[in-house]
């Protein structure tokens, strides 16, 4: 059995200063978000994950969306340099916590950024998102320290949204998921399925049946079921006020 883990980063006191790129500022309930971010974690635990609390970042709004700190790919984690300066401050302590669990690091040097947020791996091709946090050198980057490792490294559009995984992430059988009016370019990938709702774009794939989704796509999740898929939905409406979804709450480890 493969052992399941799961990087996880506490909301910051100023959750409600996170920056926005395409949404307007609504009010935050911060202590709500604690909440939802426990069931979150509760959730992976119950599914049999382990998980790793990095820790706080009480001085980084965004620091709950730890995903965006790296992307790993077999036994290695690239460490971001985030797109947006003010975020630059959240890998130091999450490359410590994924070294501490066994892999080995590698970083994006200046003038490259990405954001793990753009990076949608499935099997061994790895998509990485351009037009936002990521740019032409943080993406040639990363293909240099993937493609030896058996990774293909795949540049995809995303002027949309503010990361790929906001608009596309996969199902276990490798079909790419979204919601088409905010794809740019769904033919990018070789099997492409639309659903119903923005949130519905947003899976975590728990198993090989079950699907950690947002409560905001109901009708998704009638979609994933009739597909034979177990959904599982989470509440997490204050962290979609930022952007934020499913994926971008956790760094998975599989190994």
């Known amino acids: 059995m493969a052992i399941t883990r799961a990087l996880v980063r506490r909301p910051s006191p100023r959750l409600a200063e996170g920056l926005l790129t395409h949404l307007e500022r609504v009010p935050v309930d911060a202590d709500l978000a604690v909440r939802q971010w426990q069931q979150y974690v509760d959730a992976l635990t119950v599914a049999g994950w382990t998980t790793v609390e990095v820790p706080p970042a009480d001085d980084c709004p965004d620091g709950v969306f730890v995903e965006d700190t790296m992307v790993v790919y077999g036994d290695l984690a690239v460490i971001a340099r985030a797109g947006a300066t003010e975020r630059r401050p959240e890998a130091a302590a999450a490359a410590e916590a994924v070294q501490a669990q066994g892999y080995r690091l590698a970083h ?37 320290h993937l493609e030896p490792l058996g990774a293909q490294v795949v540049p995809v559009p995303v002027r949309k949204v503010l990361h790929l995984k906001s608009a596309v992430t996969a199902l276990p059988d490798g079909t790419v998921i979204g919601y088409e009016p905010l794809v740019d370019d769904p033919s990018a990938f070789p099997s492409f399925r639309a659903v119903p709702e923005e949130a519905g774009s947003h899976v975590v794939l728990l198993d090989d049946r079950r699907l950690l989704m947002a409560a905001s796509a109901p009708r998704s999740a009638a979609l994933f079921s009739e597909l034979g898929y177990t959904p599982v939905p989470v509440d997490i409406t204050e962290f979609e006020k930022l952007e934020g979804c499913v994926t971008c709450l956790s760094v998975r480890l599989r190994g």
């Open 108 to 144: 994006i040097d200046a003038p490259g950024t990405f954001d793990g947020g753009d990076i949608l791996k499935v099997g061994a091709t790895v998509y990485v998102g351009q037009g936002g946090r990521t740019n032409q050198s943080g993406f040639e980057q990363l293909r240099a």
